[in-house]
């Protein structure tokens, strides 16, 4: 059975500072999504990452994957408080598509 | 195109109402699923579907039933509301296009059952 675990659960941080959200997960897949919710709102798609070694930015944000390790990292660079929000990973279960599992989030605040 | 719509946005229901959540997307694709959401628990997958006339159980099917009669619609119903459905519940829809399966969400129902 797949599980998918992400850490921290809460951060709290100050603009300007750099963190990383991890995510492991326990089985193998070769993709994973990143996906940011506000609070009261739906779920935006962030980053599809699609194989090992696999790197995307945007903006301030950084994703990558390392299939072996079964381990991505969402990297936040001098955090702005605009970037405040909660982000999920997701992972393929394979098989059937359209068959995600979700990390529990991580609920970011950046504070001035 | 309006992508994902679900309706409604909020829903109160007492405890043996039974209710469906419409979800209906515009994109052609051909994969839909049900979320709920719930605090400290992430998503958790109700339902889904890889085509019309298709479906299948995700992780937390018990309670709900749902039907894929057209790649457009796909709603999902509660038989007898029970407090603990009370959650946001998520449609999504995704392609398999050049493999990936990025799922666009719905902007959710909020379902309350007392």
């Known amino acids: 059975e797949l599980k998918v675990e992400q850490n921290p659960l809460f951060l709290s941080m100050q603009e300007g500072k750099n963190y990383t959200i991890y995510c492991n997960y326990s089985?193998?897949?070769?993709?994973l999504y990143w996906y940011r919710q506000d609070p009261g709102k739906s779920l935006e798609s962030l980053f599809v990452?699609?194989?090992?070694?696999a790197v995307k930015q945007e903006g301030r944000l950084m994703a990558s994957l390392d299939t072996k390790a079964r381990l991505s990292t969402l990297h936040i660079t001098a955090a702005v408080h605009d970037l405040s929000a909660t982000y999920f990973c997701?992972?393929?279960?394979?098989?059937?598509?359209?068959?995600?599992?979700f990390g529990k989030g991580t609920k970011l605040s950046v504070k001035p | 195109n309006a992508g994902v719509t679900q309706t409604p946005k909020f829903q109160v229901l007492k405890t043996g109402q039974s209710m469906t959540l419409q979800c209906a997307q515009d994109?052609?694709?051909?994969?839909m699923s049900w979320y709920r959401q719930d605090p400290g628990m992430g998503l958790r997958l109700i339902h889904y579907?890889?085509?019309?006339?298709?479906?299948d159980q995700g992780e937390v099917p018990n309670g709900y039933n749902v039907s894929r009669s057209t790649t457009e619609d796909f709603p999902l119903r509660l038989l007898s509301a029970a407090p603990s459905q009370t959650s946001v519940y998520f449609c999504?829809?995704?392609?398999?296009?050049?493999?990936?399966?990025?799922?666009?969400f719905g902007p959710g129902t909020r379902l309350t059952v007392t």
């Open positions: 994109m052609n694709h051909e994969y």
């Open positions: 579907s890889v085509g019309a006339g298709i479906t």
């Open positions: 990452l699609l194989s090992n070694g």
């Open positions: 997701a992972v393929d279960n394979g098989g059937s598509q359209g068959n995600l599992i």
């Open positions: 999504a829809s995704s392609y398999s296009g050049l493999g990936v399966y990025e799922q666009y």
């Open positions: 089985t193998t897949s070769d993709r």
